[in-house]
């Protein structure tokens, strides 16, 4: 069974830092191309892509939103993906979730339907 379990979240002041993590079981990422994805949502927002890697070749997709302050990676070995969340803003103040996806996506990893397993998610917030 696949599963994902997000942490990392919290309250941070603007121009803050947070790292979330996204920890996986049911499978391996060292196998194949499986895409994670880092969405988010805030209230009474749509779910939005916000970086995507796959795990095997490390390409890494971010939305034009958090270029040069976030930053996606992977430890295989511990089969988990992190978002390095630098100069946080108050709009960047929503839930987190990860997800997983067989396949390498490329640029489409960014696209919350194409992901069919989910994380519990991980409220981020930012005070200004």
């Known amino acids: 069974e696949v599963q994902l379990v997000e942490s990392g979240g919290g309250l941070v002041q603007a121009g803050g830092s947070l790292r979330l993590s996204c920890t996986a079981s049911?499978?391996?990422?060292?196998?194949?191309?499986?895409?994670i994805g880092w969405f988010r949502q805030a209230p009474g927002k749509e779910r939005e892509g916000v970086s995507s890697?796959?795990?095997?070749?490390?390409?890494?997709f971010y939305a034009d939103s958090v270029k040069g302050r976030f930053t996606i990676s992977s430890d295989n070995a511990k089969n988990t993906v992190y978002l390095q969340m630098n100069s946080l803003k108050p709009e960047d103040t929503a839930v987190y979730f990860c997800a997983v996806d067989p396949t390498p996506l490329g640029v489409l990893g960014l696209i919350p339907r194409l992901y069919a397993d989910w994380g519990q998610g991980t409220q981020v917030t930012v005070s200004s």
């Open positions: 049911g499978f391996s990422l060292s196998l194949d191309g499986y895409n």
């Open positions: 890697i796959t795990t095997t070749s490390g390409q890494t």
